[in-house]
């Protein structure tokens, strides 16, 4: 048995891929425990991992909007969203979160530290304390590498000379909005004895494993891509389905209904999305179709629903893809994962964060198509129409779909923690 750390924020679809990653370790009879954000102590109990909160580092009692401290959807533009991740979670608060880690590691004498890639601090007290370090990439891998296109801004591949001067481009001026940081990031590194980065990214060069949780296929990864970065495949676990077994999902309509079935969806974690969902409604009632709306912190009540439009809170999406034709959604890497194993195209509306590289890579795939969530319903009707109605959408989404399911059957995650533990259990017998 080893014993293994994770450390988790509250950051909406990258909770459930790491707490299912917590429950497998579990069932293989490896002891876990889970430091983070008080919101998400039920949910870690509900996995069956023991749970400690934050204390120092910034940390979250509730999911409710006016909680959030990063609030990125308040930002008018990509950069101005990853500015306020970086100064409000990956570097601003680093010595905050280390000082919380470096605790918890003298408490728990864990073999491994499994943190959530976006708390660049906790990682240093990995680096720190010698604890072997992996970092889970819930989003597609986005450092910037030769060979694919600069991430952040939801571009597709460009080949030769043009492509490489836009990605060159591309990849200088997102490493110098996160090198903004830099200073207080060796600073909080200069405080645990560690020499200075010259760049954010060498951060990862630095962990033992960083395990992308996708396929690398669907990802763009050029062909030399860093050692210690690993495509591991999905972690499909549905939100609220943290014991493994399936939740049931009641149809409101009758099963010999003939109008296609669409799938809405947006984040569990606050974005603002409410026109996307609107304009989704009247698109889904242009296209004669019906459609099940899960709205996350958004009121069901706001939008214009009837028999054709049924919102909810949150419903067991898997259950209703097994009957859906067609997906609209903000482009959760999560959300988009499961839509594809059930050969579901996806009409992407990404709002920010990952959301756009994301929709980016449902495109290239020819798994679905991409507008803006400010599109006007005539504009979302006619592109949901294109899916509905062109079977090649979801051909190319069951292809897809299928090397996503393969690779998460193998769960590669897991072995590559076991390995990383085995050093360390080694020492101890």
Known sequence: MSRFLFVLWEGGGNVPPQLGIARRLLTRGHRVRVLGDPCLEDDVRS??????????????????????????????????????????????????????????????????????????????????????????????????????????????PVPGPLGRLRDGIGNWLFTAMFDRALLTLNAARAGLGLAPLTTVHQVFERADRVLVLTEAGFDFTPPQSATNVVHVGPVLDPPGDLSGGATPWASPWPADDPRPLVLVTTSSFFQDPRRMLTTACAAVRANGARALVTTGAVDPKSLPTGDDVVAVRSAPHDAVLHQARAVITHCGMGTVHRALVAGVPVLCQPIGRDQPDVAARVVATGAGLRISPNAAPRRVARNLARLLDDPRYAARAAEVGSRLAEAAAAERYVTELEELAEPARSTVE
């Open 47 to 156: 996995a069956g991992a023991e749970f400690t909160s934050f204390t120092r580092a910034p940390h979250r009692l509730d999911r409710l909007p006016e909680s959030d401290f990063v609030r990125d959807w308040e930002a008018r533009t990509p950069i101005g969203e990853f500015a306020r991740t970086r100064d409000r979670a990956m570097m601003g608060p680093a010595a905050a979160y280390a000082a919380d880690v470096i605790a918890a590691i003298d408490a728990e004498k864990p073999d491994v530290l499994v943190v959530d890639w976006l708390l660049i601090g906790a990682g240093l007290a990995g680096e720190a304390t010698g604890v072997p370090t992996a970092l889970i990439c819930h989003n597609p891998y986005m450092v910037p590498e030769p060979g694919k296109p600069t991430p952040g801004f939801g571009f597709r």
